[in-house]
């Protein structure tokens, strides 16, 4: 267990730094659209005068039969509303954020432990590794674009940044686990 638990730290700060490519060098500008400095402060101040709160809105709903007929006709969004706000930069988030992948790491070795015995290599632990994340990665965000049609690139750009942290993690994490401890008697069978 110890070294799942090395193996989570290094995947960590791999995390946090495919993250940083993705999400704070100019990379991150390719999947966001963008408007000038009097459109945002015209819809900031919208927002202001008509959300109550912090929280995730879909404008217009779908609650009554008016904004049903608003939804069909368009335009809609979705809006993820801080009533506060907070420093574009914030060192609180990274910290959380380093948590979270941490306890993403261990998750995976976790699960890498479990199957220890029936794959035994670093390249067949590594392979279903980033297949369940390439997996979670697709279910977390295609599906934006596809059920609330949400706009394709700024979900693909978060599926494939989603998908190297969580693979560099699992390759991470694989090759930190103890050599198998299977058996013979644990070999497959062919059939």
């Given at each position: 267990m110890a070294r799942v638990f090395i193996g989570a730290v290094v995947a960590t700060i791999a995390m946090f730094f495919i993250g940083f490519i993705f999400f704070v060098t100019p990379l991150a500008k390719l999947s966001m659209a963008k408007i000038d400095d009097n459109q945002a402060a015209a819809v900031q101040q919208a927002l202001a005068a008509n959300l109550p709160r912090t929280g995730t809105y879909s404008i217009p709903g779908m609650d009554t039969q008016a904004?049903?007929?608003?939804?069909?006709?368009?335009?809609?969004?979705?809006?993820?509303y801080n009533t506060g706000g907070f420093a574009a930069m914030d060192a609180t988030?990274?910290?959380?954020?380093?948590?979270?992948?941490?306890?993403?790491?261990?998750?995976?070795?976790?699960?890498?432990?479990g199957i220890d015995r029936r794959v035994p290599d670093?390249?067949?632990?590594?392979?279903?590794?980033?297949?369940?994340?390439?997996?979670?990665?697709?279910?977390?965000?295609?599906?934006e674009p596809i059920y609330w049609?949400?706009?394709?690139?700024?979900?693909?750009?978060?599926?494939?940044?989603?998908?190297?942290m969580l693979a560099a993690a699992g390759i991470i994490v694989a090759w930190f686990l103890p050599k198998s401890r299977a058996t013979p008697s644990d070999a497959p069978v062919d059939v």
């Open positions: 904004q049903t007929n608003m939804f069909s006709r368009g335009p809609i969004a979705t809006v993820h988030s990274l910290v959380k954020g380093l948590v979270l992948n941490f306890i993403v790491a261990l998750l995976i070795g976790a699960a890498l432990i670093l390249g067949s632990r590594a392979r279903v590794a980033v297949i369940i994340a390439v997996a979670a990665a697709a279910f977390t965000h295609l599906g049609h949400h706009d394709w690139p700024h979900f693909l750009y978060l599926f494939v940044a989603d998908s190297a």
